[in-house]
């Protein structure tokens, strides 16, 4: 009988500990305990297609150890207009897609990975509502077998029903369902409900586009109003009995997650998004040349006194966020047992495979196919040279936003001279920082060292392309918005406007900031936000030199006086929050644009 019970009592254990490993180590406060795995911005810059499928093979290793207990939720942009967007519409792309068209691969990595909830982001929206629409449902003609987003997308601060396009896909609040869009959804994880609500910038009017959407609140700058309506949503989510709820936060700025999560309460978690900020803790193995800018959960307390964690991680599959949190009883989380060798950020490079166990077999297959499939019509543009470069063209989104780069100049200057061929009375051009990407080249970092990156011309790739050769592909990267350009006729003082405006947030590293030519601009960051245009001189018609702005002030003399500009058609409408003119003395012209994809 001895024998008996030893081994009834091995077994009991054993079934107790196959249950869920991770759960063994509770303190008898603890209730439940929850594994999120999170991401955000999968908007170019990095790797993506090779990405994807190590990211989903830890994805997958880590929601198998707790099957009963994971969510997975992304904080937004999980696409960005480009070539990987673009070429999902090439026919070889059929059989991973079903039907191709753009934009469908990163829905089919969300849907293959099991996202169970995503944040909208600013670059969901960048080709309007009407394409998001579309992106994420199931298209009437019977002949696509497109399924859609097998998830909602989630954002409270915007009224969907204003916009044509996308109001007939609104969903129920508490209640969405794949293909549709609310404020809120609750998920079913291992017989708990967990609320989760999402959140996007109000900034995002100016950054992307909008369509008839209304966003909330009027003043984007209003973070108290901003969290006044999010903690709408958390009450109803409370009234209903849920005490574990997850905010998805896609701000841009990781300072405004970290202040929301002391203006709310009954939020436990706040994934962030928008900034592609690295956190991470000591335990964790963080690609080369990627330092964090934090610790991995940042630990606030909310407006109820309760516990608030933020995490973050950085985008295009690069990194995992792991969180293991046990709640107690009313449903906050003990801090105490948060375990930094389990939590934080997982490099998805070979490394980060082979520190846990894993090889690039073990990649979900529906994210293999699609990954393949993409990286051999990539291939292709890689191989298609359009130039050489014998230096690097500093496209880095901390250059491209806050100072004046070759890759700025080049594209500015590249933009002027195709104006000119049409309209030789253009003499000035304006783009925004934030419409460049990437860089055109490459950054090494010495094995063992740390060292900055040395960086170059591109490096070339063996049998595909030579040292210092510019391809198709590199510049889908760097200008993947592929902005169509127009001619627009404006005053010294509209000018003077303008770089205002395009100097108001450099310390925000907004993606405002202007790479012009045909001018040279001088600015005082110091002064107040309006009041920066130290020295503005542009060239008019006949290439002579103007002076527009002396000693912060328009000169008199060329106040009236009109330059044609390019610009990015996304300006000239107000993207970025830039004050171009209308009207008949604008002389507006839309330049058409060819697609060559």
């Known amino acids: 009988m001895r024998n008996l019970f030893v081994v009834c009592l091995v077994l009991l254990l054993a079934i107790g500990l196959s249950s869920n490993a991770l759960a063994s180590d509770h303190n008898d406060d603890s209730e439940f ?17 090779g990405n994807a499928p190590r990211f989903s093979a830890l994805l997958n290793k880590f929601r198998g150890e707790m099957w009963n207990n994971t969510i997975v939720l992304s904080s937004g942009d ?15 792309m059929s059989d991973a897609l079903g039907t191709a068209d753009a934009g469908r691969a990163h829905v089919a990595w969300l849907n293959a990975m099991g996202v169970q909830a995503s944040a909208i982001g600013n670059h969901e929206l960048d080709r309007g509502p009407g394409d998001f629409a579309e992106l994420i449902s199931t298209p009437a003609d019977l002949d696509d077998s497109w399924a859609g987003a097998g998830f909602p997308y989630l954002s409270t601060n915007i009224d969907f029903s204003t916009d044509g396009d996308i109001s007939s896909f609104v969903g129920r609040d508490g209640a969405a369902l794949p293909n549709q869009v609310a404020a809120y959804t609750r998920i079913t994880v291992g017989g708990e409900i967990i609320g989760v609500i999402g959140a996007t910038t109000p900034n995002l009017g100016t950054i992307t586009s909008i369509g008839d959407m209304t966003i909330q609140p009027a ?4 973070i108290d109003a901003l969290a006044a309506l999010i903690q709408e949503d958390v009450d109803a989510l409370s009234a209903d009995g849920i005490n574990k709820i997850i905010l998805l936060a896609h701000m841009q ?25 690295i956190l991470a803790d000591s335990s964790d193995r963080l690609r080369s040349g990627d330092t964090a800018s934090g610790t991995y959960p940042l630990m606030y307390d909310g407006m109820d006194g309760n516990p608030t964690l933020v995490v973050n991680t950085d985008g295009d599959y690069s990194y995992l966020g792991r969180l293991v949190a046990d709640f107690d009883a009313d449903g906050v989380i003990l801090t105490s047992h948060l375990d930094e060798s389990i939590n934080g950020a997982y490099a998805t490079d070979e490394q980060g495979l082979a520190d846990n166990g894993l090889s690039a077999s073990d990649a979900i297959e529906g994210v293999q196919v699609v990954s393949s499939a993409l990286g051999a019509a990539l291939e292709d543009r890689a191989g298609n040279g359009v130039g050489f470069t014998s230096v690097y063209l500093n496209g880095e989104r901390g250059s491209v936003r806050t100072e004046e780069t070759n890759l700025g100049n080049l594209s500015a200057d590249a933009n002027l001279a195709y104006a000119q061929s049409i309209d030789a009375t253009t003499s000035i051009s304006l783009k925004n920082g934030g419409g460049i990407r990437g860089p055109i080249g490459s950054c090494i970092v010495a094995a063992g060292s740390n060292d900055a990156a040395v960086c170059g011309a591109p490096t070339g790739v063996v049998g595909v392309s ?16 592929n902005n169509g350009l127009t001619l627009i006729t404006v005053t010294g003082e509209e000018l003077a406007a303008l770089l205002e405006n395009g100097v108001g947030a450099v310390e925000n590293v907004r993606g405002q900031f202007p790479q012009i030519a045909g001018m040279a601009l001088q600015y005082d960051p110091s002064q107040a936000a309006g009041s920066r245009v130290v020295t503005l001189v542009a060239k008019d018609a006949n290439g002579v030199p103007v002076t527009v702005v002396r000693n912060g002030a328009v000169e008199a003399s060329a106040a009236a006086k009109t330059f044609r500009m390019v610009t990015l058609s996304f300006l000239a409408s107000g993207g970025d929050g830039f004050p171009f003119p209308e009207g008949d003395a604008a002389n507006i012209v839309q330049l058409e644009q060819e697609d060559t994809t």
């Open 33 to 49: 305990q929850l594994q999120l795995l999170h991401f955000a911005d999968v908007d170019g810059g990095r790797d993506i297609v």
């Open 78 to 92: 999980n696409w960005i207009p480009g070539p990987e967007y673009n070429l999902a519409s090439d026919g070889s």
């Open 219 to 222: 003043d984007a700058a209003d």
């Open 253 to 277: 700025s990781i300072d405004i997650e970290k202040a929301l999560a002391t203006k709310l309460s009954g939020v436990d978690i706040i994934v962030a998004g928008g900034s592609n900020t």
């Open 466 to 481: 030579e040292p210092g050769e510019v391809s198709q592909l590199d510049l889908e990267i760097a200008f993947r918005f």
